[in-house]
């Protein structure tokens, strides 16, 4: 399979998981596409360019917020000094961010290559399934539950979404009894070699994992920018899975090369934080 029928086949799949979420999910629980958008292709162009930069920082801040909030709860409980309390458990937490980054970057890696593998193993063994069982659930449902007409069902929320999903993991199991074993093995030894290059090589998986991660949510944003300003993205995509491809990349590759020279060791333009990242 070429790499253009691989970009085809994410594509319809993608189409399909969004059609699925229309159908299955609480109308509230998604929110507007062009605020998502907005939002997904700024922190996309933000973590694309500064992520493996500032992300010791962004680690030791994240830890000093938990302090603070961390802090406030023991005020509360002990009577002691919100302001003391707070402060202090944002030094501490903090500096427990900071100190210890390379863990972090590594058990970041470790979630993010598991969730590149278990989105392959989905791709590849849980999603082709889907069609049949949309159909197999449309034959046998009542007729005013149906949803085989692109309209939600008219009793949408978690609870019915709960039992969806839980019909189709039987649904798959049945027909893959090893899918199981084959999402645990891929999760370990992704996890794995995910923590490994972020405690021995953290430059090197910052820039990597950052500059994939940005791309990702640029291309999301604009997927979901697209009908706001009537460029219809997914369509386009479709039809063109080699242009698709190749702006991927091309965010991706453009990513690596302006933050491996922003992190560059002895760069007057890396920071101090970076260069204790190496």
């Given at each position: 399979?070429?790499?253009?029928?691989?970009?085809?086949?994410?594509?319809?799949?993608?189409?399909?998981?969004?059609?699925?979420?229309?159908?299955?999910?609480?109308?509230?629980?998604?929110p507007?596409?062009?605020?998502t958008?907005?939002?997904?292709?700024?922190f996309?162009?933000?973590?694309?360019?500064?992520?493996?930069?500032?992300a010791?920082?962004?680690?030791?801040?994240?830890?000093?917020?938990?302090?603070?909030?961390?802090?406030?709860?023991?005020?509360?409980?002990?009577?002691?000094n919100?302001?003391?309390?707070?402060?202090?458990?944002?030094?501490?937490?903090?500096?427990?961010?900071?100190?210890?980054?390379?863990?972090?970057?590594?058990?970041f890696?470790?979630?993010?290559l598991?969730s590149?593998?278990?989105?392959?193993?989905?791709?590849?063994?849980v999603?082709?399934?889907?069609?049949?069982?949309?159909?197999?659930e449309?034959?046998?449902?009542?007729?005013?539950?149906?949803?085989?007409?692109?309209?939600?069902?008219?009793a949408?929320?978690?609870?019915?979404?709960n039992?969806?999903?839980?019909?189709?993991?039987?649904?798959?199991?049945a027909?893959?009894?090893?899918?199981?074993?084959?999402?645990?093995?891929?999760?370990?030894?992704?996890?794995?070699?995910?923590?490994?290059?972020?405690?021995?090589?953290?430059?090197?998986?910052?820039?990597?994992?950052?500059?994939?991660f940005?791309?990702?949510?640029?291309?999301?944003?604009?997927?979901?920018l697209?009908?706001?300003?009537?460029i219809?993205?997914?369509?386009?995509?479709?039809?063109?899975?080699?242009?698709?491809?190749?702006?991927l990349?091309?965010?991706?590759?453009?990513?690596?090369?302006?933050?491996?020279?922003?992190t560059r060791?002895?760069?007057?333009?890396?920071?101090a934080?970076?260069?204790?990242?190496?």
């Amino acid at each position: 399979m070429d790499h253009t029928s691989i970009m085809d086949q994410l594509i319809n799949q993608l189409q399909e998981l969004i059609e699925l979420g229309r159908l299955h999910l609480p109308p509230n629980a998604i929110p507007p596409p062009v605020f998502t958008g907005v939002v997904m292709l700024l922190f996309g162009v933000g973590i694309a360019v500064l992520g493996a930069r500032l992300a010791r920082w962004f680690i030791a801040v994240v830890f000093a917020v938990g302090g603070i909030t961390a802090g406030l709860a023991v005020s509360r409980d002990y009577g002691v000094n919100p302001l003391l309390s707070g402060l202090v458990g944002s030094l501490v937490l903090g500096s427990f961010g900071y100190v210890l980054h390379r863990l972090w970057v590594g058990l970041f890696a470790a979630v993010f290559l598991a969730s590149i593998a278990m989105t392959a193993l989905t791709a590849q063994e849980v999603l082709p399934y889907l069609p049949d069982f949309a159909r197999a659930e449309t034959a046998t449902a009542p007729a005013e539950f149906h949803t085989g007409t692109g309209e939600p069902p008219p009793a949408v929320d978690w609870h019915h979404l709960n039992e969806y999903l839980r019909n189709f993991g039987d649904y798959v199991v049945a027909r893959e009894p090893n899918i199981r074993l084959h999402a645990g093995l891929a999760v370990i030894i992704a996890g794995l070699a995910g923590l490994l290059l972020g405690v021995f090589f953290v430059r090197l998986t910052l820039i990597l994992f950052t500059a994939a991660f940005g791309s990702i949510l640029i291309a999301s944003g604009i997927g979901l920018l697209g009908p706001a300003i009537g460029i219809q993205v997914y369509q386009t995509a479709a039809s063109r899975p080699d242009v698709t491809l190749l702006a991927l990349v091309s965010f991706f590759i453009a990513s690596l090369a302006i933050q491996t020279i922003l992190t560059r060791p002895g760069s007057r333009t890396a920071s101090a934080p970076a260069k204790v990242a190496d």
